[in-house]
């Protein structure tokens, strides 16, 4: 099992920079692909970035691609969300989550959330 600790949300002006963490419990976090994906109220969760096991491969929602940068550390047991040129709709709760076996932008299939951070960017 692992635990998911988000931090690093906040109110941001548009066309600020957020950096968003994602600490694990465990000693096997290295086994984990791991994803970031942001709700806001009356929606469903939609996927934002995903990074496998290994930080070797990497997808980002087309809403975020080039702006957006997913990242870990294995040896911090961290993922990391660096957000920039951040605009009010990517205002949401951001949520990481773990999986040992899938790697894909369902949110249906990782088995492991963490509680989630609020960002709040104004115009």
């Known amino acids: 099992q692992v635990q998911l600790v988000e931090s690093g949300g906040g109110l941001v002006q548009a066309g600020g920079s957020l950096r968003l963490s994602c600490a694990a419990s465990?000693?096997?976090?290295?086994?984990?692909?791991m994803g970031w994906f942001r709700q806001t109220p009356g929606k469903e969760r939609e996927f934002v970035a995903r990074?496998?096991?290994?930080?070797?491969?990497?997808y980002y929602a087309d809403s975020v691609k080039g702006r957006f940068t997913i990242s870990r550390d294995n040896a911090k047991n961290t993922v990391y969300l660096q957000m920039n040129s951040l605009k009010p709709e990517d205002t949401a709760v951001y949520y990481c989550?773990?999986?040992?076996?899938?790697?894909?932008?369902?949110?249906?299939?990782?088995?492991?959330w963490g509680q989630g951070t609020q960002v709040t960017v104004s115009s």
């Open positions: 989550a773990a999986d040992t076996r899938y790697w894909g932008p369902d949110k249906q299939l990782y088995a492991y």
């Open positions: 465990g000693r096997t976090f290295s086994s984990y692909n």
């Open positions: 990074i496998s096991w290994s930080g070797g491969s990497i």
